[in-house]
C-alpha cells in the first residue's frame, strides 16, 4: 500500500497505523541493483529520518575506498510503502546517498544523478517537467542452472511453456499448449500460461502506488511484459525499481525464476526496455508541434541528439555483455539509427497519437539489464544536447529497416556492437553528460572501471560453443 506521506511526522504516524515493525531503508547501486537496510521500527524516530542510516559504502562496487566508506542513506519519505511481500509488517523508503563530511548528494549516486538531471532541463530553460515511460521485458523460468568454474562452464534453463519440452514426459501428461519460436505475442490461455502470475504482479504493482495498465505474453516463449503508465524521469526510476522487485518476488512465490537478462535464450527474441520520453514546459508538450508526425522543432532535435550519442549512451541503456546478444538483426531488435512514424524497425519512433498531449519520442534500443536512473537520466542530457545544438537528426526512414538492400544501409549509423565498443564511445564521447554537472567525470570513470570488469572476464572465459567449433582443429 502506498502512503503517501510528506513529511517525516506522517511517516512515523503511518507505522504507527499500519503496525509497522520495520522499515526497510533502500537505495540502488551503480549496476542498478537495489540494497537494503531494515531498521526496527523503535529505532526510527524524526532523528533518524533527518539524519539519515550510515552504511559501509566500501562494501558497495563502484563507490568508495575502505579508507573513507562512511556514507549516508538519506530517505525520501515520500516514497514510503508497505512491503506486501514481507512476513512482518514492514515499510519501504528509497533512499539518496549524501557524503557525511558536506551532507551533499555523492555524485555517483544513480538517484541523485537523476535528481540533477531533472534540474538541469529547469536552468536550460527548454522545460520543467521530464516524462519517461519504459517498457521492461521479462522471461520467467521454472528451473535455472549454471556454473561457471575454470575447468568447466554450463547453463540450463527449462519452461514448461519453452518449445523444447514438446516431446517430454510429465507425471500428469504434458499439455501440448505453448508457443513456438518467435510464436509467444499475446496468445490466450492455454498456451499462454502465465496469465495469473502477471495479473497478481499488476495487482500488487497497483496496490503498491504504481499507475498500471495491462499485461501480456511476448514474442518469446516464458517472456512477459506488464505495462505501467509513464511518470517524472525520477518517480519512474523508482517505479522501475518496484516492478522489477514484484516480478521476481511474485514468480518467486509460484516456484519460478524470473529474469531481465536481455538474452537468456538463443535463437529467440531477446528482453527490450523502450523508454518513451517527452518534456512539458508550464503544462504544455513541448514535443508537439507542425513538422514531421506533429513533431515541434525541439523534438526533432532531442532525437538528433539521442541519434548523434546513441554509442555513448549504450553503456548506461545496454550495460551488460549480454546486451548485445539482443542488438542484432533478425529479432526485432532496433540496431539501426534512424525515426520514423509507427516504424517499430526504427530505434527513434513516433507512437501514432490524436492528443498533442501525447506526442512522445519512443526509444527502443535500451533493455531492462540497465540501471533506470543512470539510463533516464543519460538519454535526457543527449536529447538536450541535441536541441542546445540543433542537431537535426535527417529525414526519416519510413520503410521496414530489416528488409533494406546493402547499398540503402551503408549510410545508416547503428548501435554497439558490444559492451567494449559501447565503453569506447563512451569514453570517447562524455562531455554531453557533463553538463551542468549532472555526471561527474569521476562518476563515468568509475562506472567504466565496474564495466570493464564485466568486459574482461567475458571476454577471457572460454565458452561452451567454442569447444564445438574449436576443439578438434
Known amino acids: 500500500m502506498k502512503l503517501d506521506c510528506t513529511t517525516a511526522d506522517e511517516l512515523i504516524a503511518a507505522m504507527k497505523e499500519h503496525d509497522v515493525r520495520h522499515v526497510d531503508f533502500r537505495f540502488t547501486d551503480p549496476k542498478g541493483k537495489a540494497h537494503h537496510i531494515t531498521q526496527y521500527h523503535t529505532t526510527v524516530d524524526d532523528d533518524l529520518l533527518t539524519d539519515g542510516v550510515m552504511f559501509d559504502g566500501s562494501s558497495i562496487e563502484g563507490w568508495k575506498d575502505i579508507s573513507q566508506s562512511d556514507m549516508i542513506m538519506a530517505p525520501d519519505v515520500t516514497t514510503a510503502v508497505l512491503d506486501p511481500f514481507a ?40 522545460g520543467d517537467t521530464v516524462f519517461m515511460g519504459p517498457e521492461a521485458e521479462f522471461f520467467m523460468f521454472d528451473d535455472v542452472r549454471f556454473e561457471v568454474q575454470g575447468h568447466t562452464a554450463s547453463y540450463k534453463l527449462d519452461s514448461a511453456e519453452g518449445p523444447y519440452n514438446s516431446n517430454r514426459e510429465y507425471e500428469d501428461g504434458n499439455p501440448g499448449h505453448r508457443p513456438g519460436p518467435k510464436g509467444g505475442y499475446v496468445p490466450v490461455q492455454p498456451v499462454d500460461p502465465a496469465s495469473d502470475i502477471r495479473a497478481e504482479m499488476v495487482t500488487i504493482m497497483a496496490q503498491m502506488g504504481i499507475e498500471v495498465e495491462k499485461h501480456h505474453h511476448e514474442v518469446a516463449p516464458s517472456q512477459h511484459e ?31 525464476s524470473a529474469t531481465f537478462m536481455p538474452k537468456p535464450i ?20 513541448t514535443f508537439a508541434g507542425n513538422g514531421y508526425a506533429d513533431l515541434s522543432e525541439n523534438c526533432l532535435f532531442y532525437i538528433g541528439g539521442i541519434i548523434k550519442h546513441a554509442k555513448a549512451l549504450n553503456a548506461f541503456t545496454n550495460p551488460s555483455t549480454n546486451s548485445y546478444k539482443r542488438l542484432v538483426p533478425g529479432f526485432e531488435a532496433p540496431v539501426l539509427l534512424a525515426y520514423s512514424s509507427r516504424n517499430r524497425s526504427a530505434s527513434c519512433r513516433i507512437p501514432f497519437v490524436t492528443n498533442p498531449k501525447g506526442k512522445r519520442v519512443e526509444v527502443r534500443f535500451p533493455d531492462p539489464s540497465a540501471n533506470p536512473y543512470l539510463a533516464f537520466s543519460a538519454m535526457l542530457m ?8 540543433k542537431i ?6 519510413d520503410k521496414n529497416l530489416y528488409d533494406l538492400p546493402p547499398e540503402e544501409l551503408q549510410g545508416v549509423p547503428t548501435v554497439c556492437g558490444s559492451l567494449r565498443e559501447a565503453l569506447d564511445s563512451l569514453g570517447a564521447d562524455m562531455d554531453f553528460l557533463m553538463q551542468g554537472d549532472v555526471f561527474t567525470q569521476d562518476m563515468i570513470e568509475g562506472y567504466m572501471e565496474l564495466k570493464w570488469r564485466d568486459v574482461h572476464a567475458f571476454e577471457q572465459a572460454p565458452h561452451p560453443i567454442e569447444f564445438q567449433m574449436y576443439y578438434s582443429v
Open 266 to 285: 538463443s535463437g529467440d527474441n531477446g528482453s527490450g526496455m523502450h523508454v518513451h520520453q517527452s518534456i512539458w514546459k508550464d503544462g504544455k508538450p
Open 382 to 389: 543527449a536529447g538536450l544536447d541535441g536541441i542546445r545544438n
Open 87 to 126: 512476513a512482518e509488517p514492514t515499510m519501504i523508503v528509497v533512499c539518496d546517498i549524501l557524503e557525511p563530511s558536506t551532507g551533499q548528494s555523492y555524485d555517483r549516486d544513480p538517484r541523485g544523478i537523476a535528481r540533477k538531471a531533472m534540474a538541469y532541463v529547469e536552468t536550460s530553460g527548454v
Open 226 to 256: 506488464l505495462g505501467v503508465k509513464f511518470n517524472t524521469l525520477l518517480r519512474a526510476a523508482d517505479d522501475l525499481q518496484t516492478y522489477k522487485y514484484v516480478v521476481q518476488q511474485v514468480a518467486h512465490s509460484y516456484g519460478k
Open 392 to 397: 537535426h537528426p535527417g529525414d526519416p526512414m
